[in-house]
C-alpha cells in the first residue's frame, strides 16, 4: 500500500462549508492544499489517511474567503472624521478636503494596511479597491498576502496623484501592466460616478478599460440626489446614462444601486453588469435601502461590500451579510426573502463571480485557489450549532474568525497576524490622525 501523499497545508474543521452546489456542507470535514491550491474537499478521517501534511490548522467551521467587493482600503484613515451627514455634506466638507491634503502614497500605504488587518482578521481574503495611488495599494497588498481587485479612481476634477483623467488611465495602463500574471493582485478601472464625470469622460473610461481588457467599477444610483440631478441633467438615471455611454458592460461592477427602476435593473441584466450591494454605508449616510431581495430575484450577479472604512465604520463584511438577510425580511414583512445561506452566498461566492474571479475562488473545491477562512465556534454566541449558515448569517462577528488562508498561505493564524505588524500600523495610524483632527 503506497503511503501518504505530502500536501502543504490541511484545515480540517467541524464543518466544511464548501458554498458548492453538490455538496454544500460536511460535518467533521477537511481540506488539503498544495501549490495554493485545493486539492482534496472530503470527510476528515479520509484526508487525514490520505495526506501527509507540511502544516495544519483546526477549528469549527471551515468556508471560504470573503470576498468584499467595494471599498476605498486607504479611507481607514477617515473612520469617525465626520458622522451623521449626508453623502453630498459628507464628501464635499470631510472627505474630499481631507484627501487633498492627507492623500499622499506613505498615508494611503498606512490606511490600506490598516484595511488589510482589520480584513483578514475578520475572514476578507479578496478586497476592491477604488482608490487613488494603487500601485501603493497593490505592493501593500502582495506583501500582506491578501487578494485584491484595484482600481485606479478616475474623477473629472483633480485628486490626489493625479491632476486630470489621462493621467489616470496612463496610470491603470501601468497597473495592468504590472499585474499582468500576478497570483494574488488583478486590476480594474474605476470611473467614479455619473456626478463626478463627463458623459464624454465615461465614454473615455469606458473605451480605455475595453482596451486594457479590464472591469469597470463605478458608484450607481446611490442617493436620490444623484438619481434626479442626473434625470435633470442628462434626461436619462444613472444605469441609462451608462448604457448610453458604454460603461454598463459584462463585468462592470455596479456599487450600490439602491435607487434603480425596473428597467434601470433590466438594463444591467440585459448588459451583464453586478451589483455590489453595501447596505451598512447607505444605512449609515441615510442614502435608503438597497432592495436585495428585488435584486436577487431580477438574476443579476450580486455581491457584498463595505464602502470605506468613513462611511461604515468597519471593514467587517459579516455585517454586510446580517443586513443582507434581515433588511429585506424588515421593510418587505417577509421573514422569508433572503435566506441565511442566501445571504453567506452573496458574500462569497456571489463576490467572486461579480469580481470575474469565480472560476477561482468562491468555493471549496479541488482546483480552485485556497482563499478560506475558519470560525471559532467555541463561543456562548454559537452553541448550539443547528445549522452553520444560520449562525453565519445571524450571530457570527468578525472577531470570531480564527485563521483566514490566501492562496493557500496562513496570513492570519490563531487571531495572530503574519504578514504584517498591526501594533505598529497602528501606532503609525494614531499619530497622523493627531495631524489630521488639527487639521
Ligand atoms: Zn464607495
Known sequence: MPGPEPCDLLVRGDVVLTMTDGLPEIADGAVAVTDGRIVAVGASNDLAARFDPADELVGGIVMPGLVNTHGHAGMTLYRGLGDDMPLERWLHEFVWPAEQRFTTPENVALGTRLAIAEMLASGTTTFTDMYFFQATVGEVAAEAGIRALLGQAVIGFPVPGCPDIETSFRKADELAATYR???????????????????????????????????LQIHVSETTTEVANCRETHGMSPPELLAETGVLRAGTICAHGVHMTESDIALLRETGAGVSLNPESNMKLGSGIPDVAGLLASGIGLGLGTDGAASNNDLDLWDSVRLAALLPKGTGMDPEAVPAAEAVRLATRGGAELLGLGDEI??????????????????????????????????????????????????????????????????????????????
Open 362 to 439: 468562491g468555493t471549496l473545491e479541488p482546483g480552485k485557489r485556497a482563499d478560506l477562512c475558519v470560525i471559532d465556534t467555541d463561543a456562548a454566541h454559537l452553541t448550539p450549532a443547528y445549522h452553520p449558515t444560520s449562525l453565519l448569517a445571524y450571530a457570527v462577528h468578525g472577531s470570531d474568525v480564527v485563521h483566514t488562508v490566501v492562496d493557500g498561505r496562513p496570513v492570519y493564524r490563531d487571531r495572530r497576524h503574519l504578514t504584517l505588524d498591526l501594533p505598529a500600523t497602528r501606532a503609525a495610524v494614531n499619530k497622523l490622525a493627531r495631524d489630521i483632527a488639527s487639521a
Open 181 to 215: 500574471d500576478h497570483p494574488l493582485i488583478d486590476v480594474s478601472m474605476a470611473l467614479h460616478a455619473v456626478y463626478t464625470l463627463s458623459p464624454d469622460q465615461l465614454r473615455a473610461g469606458a473605451e480605455h478599460a475595453a482596451r486594457l481588457g479590464v472591469p
